[in-house]
């Protein structure tokens, strides 16, 4: 038995089996204490990357093979593997994978051939066919001899780093995920400069954030991630934008997915019906490109939400930052790592200094003897000596006289030196040139004093060097988003139908031969109400029970506050009969309600289910009754107020109803619809937030005007999506005029146009087709003004000022205008009109100026993003975000 089997705390008993003894060892003791060794080891020595450099055992092992193999050339990636093996005990499989995640994260290593593709999940060819080397960043920033501690392998055959001297934030840049035993590490990577920033900050003492930056790119909430503690969330989605009214196009990926695996998930939901699609095509190479037509009767902006909503076009990540810090797994932040990075980086660098510093003083003390020893020929002195012993004592007694100007005691190993410089050497010995290298190694030794004694200043400078040299093409990649929450019961296709059976009270998708009710989809919730009042919501199933006296049923929508529901009951208790409009915005499924009081003997005798808020009047007829005046009373349900399900409601009447039959049908009596938009999500809402946009109802419409000249006309239904880059969002008004100008890129002169805004299909521009012309100003001020200032031969030319009005009439929307000049301009602004006082009361104008607010203080040289308020007339009120 070995000695670590000694330590181990086993049972043994010794057991007769078929007339033999044998020993037997319970293994609960052996799992007890060898199980936590193999935890150990897999925490420490495989799957969570260390603080100090932000490696894996097996990455670092084969970045120290590839520094060891590098010649400046290409090598075969089986080669790679085959050294790494020398240092890594786990196979080669696992070398390569590693070999190839590394390469793909475009950092450490440069590569040639097929190493597979992160976008379609391509693998890579087998290491044979494919090459690497390390990067010029890599080779910058990774490796350093002098730096570094050493540890044997595990063979002990060879020495490898303990950890590299990394001087980078390199976890942070390349991210990671790693499962041990019973621990697990999910660091999301970051963007390069952005980490580059942060570290500068943080050694000027400026607080700093830091988001993740995924090679994939797509679109990224994070106001839940939290530093990348445990607990935080990241909601990452595709970037999808509409072609044309018909086809969407995914041009970039959520982090974690790729082509393959996301057309899947969008074929399995249209299989289940929860979304409806034509056709997908994908044409993904080096970026991606995924089609998806949509059939004719498919709403664009529905199905771009239900497909972040029940596709992997939206996930959800959890980071999980967790690292080994010192011989310990322990869970941090993403700041915390960063601010250990940048203080390991000033410490490596104060380290590098210092060897320096150390080697300089070795090189100008041996210069410096050197100089004595063949200056002052002291080399002549032991000519006659017969001993090494009295060679060393005969320099040692020349050196004495001058040692007065030395750093540091001449020792033996330095006279041993000086006997080795051969006669040629002190022959052709230059004065002149031994004077000018000690200057410049006192210069230099200068200079690294003055970095050791300014070590922070010398920190910022090398992180900006780094990102100069390699900071180019490094831009984020994803776009920081806030995102709108999704309710997929509101955006799937409504793929099913409802049934229901009366009679039997039963209600379903499967019931085809009974009496249609709505179209629903698999996730939709039904409300039921019955004739005593009770009523209830349930999933929508095959088939499931509603009960008897059902009075209505129907698709129900969560937080609906324009479906009201008008009730005549009768309460069994009091024998009044009560009246009252009311909503169901919220409810516990399956759980049963009552509109009544619930007393017993309580009916309901009138119902109507209202989806924009109708309200009919209604005439009631008593039962005959002496000295009874009013046997006929009519209601209008208008005069009530809306209330909340629970409200008891007011009295109708205190004598017995016969018959209650309906007088007039209603109309909505919620009148239009608010309509605010909201920046941050870039999505419209009826909630209040963001900006109002004006109340809306009908036929209403909204403009939406995009900074690169481009503007779309939809309708005021709240999925509709927006580009980024918008600038100006409104209610549509026919005839509102415009003046707009931009540079036309086709005859490359600036124009100004005068024009209406016309329904179009999608997003249409208004400054030509050539995606290089752009639009510098656009008002719709009646007396706009703009001012031109030249450039070039002409800078000294005096500033122009243009009267739009006055300079051209309306024109079509797609007339490109009228030439500005042809001079070369440098640049245009839009003035602050004046206003007089006769337009200011003059009703008969279409935009009511005397209620612009505008808070500019200058001019400006470019479209600055506006939301504005307007009302019925086209009057506006600008809000500058």
């Known amino acids: 038995m070995s000695e670590k089997d000694k330590n181990i705390d086993v049972s043994e008993n010794t057991e007769s089996i078929e ?13 007890k204490n060898w199980f936590l060794d193999y935890a150990s080891y897999v925490i420490l020595e495989r799957a969570v990357p260390h603080t100090s450099d932000g490696l894996k055992p097996v990455q670092r092992r084969i970045l120290h093979s590839m520094k060891r193999m590098d010649d400046g050339r290409y090598n075969k990636v089986a080669n790679i593997i085959g050294h790494t093996m020398q240092f890594h005990p786990h196979g080669d499989a696992s070398i390569g994978d590693a070999l190839v995640q590394l390469g793909q994260k475009d950092l450490l290593i440069d590569m040639q051939g097929n190493w597979g593709n992160v976008l379609t999940g391509d693998r890579a060819a087998a ?5 690497a080397r390390l990067s010029k960043f890599a080779l910058e920033v990774v490796f350093n001899n002098k730096t570094t501690d050493w540890k044997p392998s595990y063979d002990g055959r060879n020495k490898e780093p303990l950890h590299l001297p990394v001087k980078f934030p390199l976890l942070l840049a390349q991210g990671v995920e790693g499962i041990a035993v019973g621990l697990a590490s999910k660091i999301m990577p970051h963007n390069f400069i952005e980490l580059i920033d942060a570290s500068i900050n943080i050694l000027k003492g400026k607080d700093f954030t830091i988001l993740p930056d995924f090679l994939t790119g797509g679109l990224a909430d994070f106001s839940d991630y939290n530093d990348g503690r445990r607990g935080g969330k990241v909601k990452v989605r595709a970037k999808i934008n509409k072609r044309d009214s018909k086809t969407l196009v995914i041009s970039e990926l959520p982090f974690g997915k790729t082509t393959v695996s996301l057309i899947e998930s969008i074929v399995y939901a249209n299989d289940k019906g929860k979304i409806k699609i034509k056709k997908i095509e994908d044409n993904t190479s080096d970026t991606v490109e995924i089609l ?50 940048t203080e390991n980086t000033l410490n490596l660098l104060k380290k590098e200094l210092e060897i320096r510093l150390s080697e300089l003083d070795d090189a100008w003390h041996s210069a410096s003897l050197e100089k004595i020893f063949i200056e002052n020929r002291i080399y002549l002195t032991i000519e006659d000596c017969e ?13 004495k006289p001058f040692v007065k100007n030395l750093k540091r005691p001449v020792t033996e190993d330095d006279i041993a030196r000086l006997t080795e410089i051969k006669i040629k050497r002190i022959s052709k010995y230059d004065a002149f040139k031994a004077d000018n290298y000690l200057k410049s190694i006192v210069e230099e030794i200068k200079e690294i004093k003055y970095k050791l004694d300014h070590i922070v200043d010398y920190t910022v400078e090398y992180f900006k060097n780094i990102k100069k040299k390699y900071g180019k093409g490094r831009e984020r990649k994803t776009e920081i988003r806030n995102f709108e929450e999704i309710t997929a ?87 009044n009969y009560y009246m009252k409009r009311f909503n169901v915005k919220s409810i516990i499924k399956d759980k049963e309600y009552n509109i009544t009081k619930g007393e017993k003997g309580s009916k309901v005798l009138w119902f109507t289910a209202n989806p924009n808020g109708e309200a009919e ?37 205190k004598y017995g109803i016969q018959k209650i039959s309906l007088k007039e049908e209603g109309i909505s009596t919620l009148g239009g619809r608010e309509i605010w938009f ?11 937030r963001g900006d109002l946009l004006g109340e809306f109802s009908g036929d209403d419409k909204i403009l939406t005007v995009y900074k690169n000249g481009t503007f779309q006309i939809s309708t005021f239904d709240l999925s509709t999506h927006f580009e980024s880059d918008v600038l100006r969002i409104e209610k549509y008004h026919v005839e509102k005029i415009w003046s707009a100008v931009f540079y036309d890129a086709d005859q490359k002169y600036y124009y100004l146009k005068r024009f209406k805004f016309v329904s179009s299909n999608g997003l249409t521009s ?53 030439r500005l000049t042809t001079y070369t301009v440098k640049k245009i602004i839009e003035i602050e009109p004046e206003i007089p006082e006769t337009e200011i009361n003059n009703p008969e104008n279409t935009t009511d100026l005397s209620e612009i607010k505008s808070d500019k203080e200058e001019p400006k040289s470019e479209p600055e993003f506006e939301v504005i308020k307007t009302d019925k007339d086209g009057n506006r009120t600008l809000f500058d975000l």
């Not at 001993?387 to 050196?399: A, P, Y």
């Not at 349900?637 to 008891?648: D, P």
């Not at 995606?771 to 009646?782: G, M, R």
Request: with cysteine.
């Open 19 to 31: 007339g033999k003894e044998y020993k037997v060892r319970y293994i609960s003791g052996m799992y």
């Open 127 to 131: 290491p044979r066919y494919i090459e």
């Open 292 to 341: 998806i037509h949509l059939p004719s009767d498919v709403s664009s902006d529905k199905t771009i939400d239900a497909l972040y909503a029940v596709t992997d076009c939206e996930v959800s990540i959890s980071p999980n930052t967790t690292v080994i810090l010192g011989d310990k797994p322990k869970f941090t932040d993403v700041k915390e790592i960063l601010r250990f990075s």
């Open 387 to 399: 001993t090494w012993e009295c060679v060393i004592q005969n320099i040692d007694k020349g050196l």
């Open 489 to 575: 019961r509101k955006v799937v296709v409504r793929n099913k139908k409802l049934y229901v059976n009366f009679e039997d009270g039963f209600a379903g998708t499967s019931l085809r031969q009974d009496k249609y009710v709505a179209e629903c989809s698999d996730i939709d919730l039904v409300i039921v109400f019955r004739k005593d009042g009770t009523y209830f919501v349930k999933q929508v199933e095959d088939k499931f029970y509603i009960g008897e006296d059902v009075i209505h049923i129907d698709v129900w929508k969560k937080n609906d506050d324009r479906t009201v529901y008008n009730a005549v009951y009768y309460d069994g208790k009091s024998a």
């Open 617 to 653: 009047t209604i005439k009631i007829t008593h039962r005959p009754r002496k000295r009874l005046k009013n046997k006929i009373i009519e209601i209008n349900f208008s005069e009530l107020a809306v209330k909340g399900r629970n409200s008891m409601g007011n009295i109708a009447t």
């Open 678 to 688: 909201d920046s941050e999500v870039l999505r419209l809402n009826a909630d209040g």
């Open 766 to 818: 208004f400054i030509g087709e050539n995606p290089d012309s752009e639009l510098i100003a656009l008002s719709d001020y009646i007396q706009a003004k703009f001012e031109i200032e030249f450039g070039g031969k002409q800078k000294d030319r005096n500033k122009e000022l243009i009267d739009a009005e006055e300079f051209i009439s309306e024109k079509s929307i797609k007339a490109r205008g009228k």
